[in-house]
């Protein structure tokens, strides 16, 4: 049971409400930089943190992230497509199996058919010309913590404007609330805002972003504020390499702050994407690799 605790640590009073689903909520897939500064993030992996970043990508994702705390693996898919709108449809689940030893199950069988398994549905509708693009969403969360099982629905509205009708200059905005279910809601929503700089060099770019976000879904969610920035170099188009760095205010831990790194990198070769990520963080699931697949029938950017 104590290794269903995945995070820092957890206030007793949250129980019943299992970190994996938090840890779930904040883990970004491959090749995704930072969970706050996703604005850098290109093709379909954008579509789980803001889809206005990427409103023209269609086609098929998968990403899989392995955590260090309990050896947590995540799983990401997306599927995206046009009618009227760019409509996307993402999924992400983390399992922790192995909860109790074989001398246990072989005592008590029914201990083998429990669980801690945290389940994401993402259903978002893309809208707008690329000047001022925006997004309406709408998310399910389910989370099974060792028999206790719980459920959230979660609304999320995006807005990027790019002022100059290109991509020097990027500015979003974010608002997501927990509009029902059985986990318990925070009052206060989560917010966030990011600016973008990108500097073209003929078929390379350099690009910078710097991100906050305040605020939480639920009321023991695992951050409730944290600022971000990120840096990405696309190089031939082929070729994306990025860094970022942030600092997160802990809901519940032994530090009021903690600090996440990470380093990605995304390959094209035509169609498809292939994407890496490492992260050294005590957030989430923890440090670890993250790789991914993303196929585009048009060309990847």
């Known amino acids: 049971m104590a290794a269903i605790a995945l995070c820092v640590g957890m206030p007793r009073v949250a129980v019943g409400q299992s970190t994996l689903l938090t840890s779930l909520e904040g883990s970004p897939p491959a090749p995704t930089l930072d969970a706050t500064a996703a604005a850098l993030t290109k093709g ?4 789980w943190a803001d889809p206005t ?3 023209r990508a269609t086609g098929v994702f998968l990403g899989m992230s392995y955590g260090s705390y309990a050896a947590v693996h995540v799983f990401h898919g997306a599927v995206a497509f046009r009618f009227g709108p760019r409509w996307s449809v993402a999924y992400a689940f983390s399992d922790l199996g192995n909860l109790f030893d074989s001398s ?3 005592q008590d069988p029914t201990l083998s058919s429990l669980r801690a398994q945290a ?15 925006g997004n309406l969403g709408l998310a399910v969360a389910s989370d099974d913590n060792v028999g206790v ?13 790019r002022p100059f009708g290109l991509d020097q200059i990027a500015i979003g905005a974010q608002l997501s609330r927990s509009i029902g279910g059985s986990v318990r809601a925070s009052s206060e929503g989560r917010a966030s805002i990011d600016l973008t700089a990108t500097r073209s060099l003929g078929r390379s770019s350099v690009s910078v972003t710097a991100a906050a976000s305040w605020g939480s879904l639920w009321r023991y969610s695992e951050t409730r ?4 920035v990120a840096a990405q170099a696309s190089v031939l188009s082929q ?13 519940y831990g032994t530090a009021d702050m903690e600090s996440s790194a990470s380093i990605t990198g995304t390959l094209h070769i035509r169609n498809l994407a292939l994407g890496t990520r490492y992260t050294s963080s005590r957030l989430g699931v923890g440090s670890g690799f993250a ?3 993303g196929y585009e029938p048009g060309p990847v950017r």
């Open 119 to 133: 389940l994401w549905g993402r259903l978002d509708a893309t809208f707008g010309p690329r000047r001022v693009t």
């Open 53 to 55: 970043t990427e409103p």
């Open 104 to 106: 246990l199950t072989n």
């Open 149 to 161: 099982v719980q459920s959230s629905t979660v609304a999320r509205a995006h807005v990027r404007i």
């Open 225 to 228: 504020a944290g600022y971000a």
């Open 291 to 293: 790789v991914s697949l």
């Open 239 to 251: 070729l994306d390499l990025g860094v970022a760095l942030g600092r997160y205010k802990s809901t």
């Open 44 to 47: 379909l992996a954008a579509l």
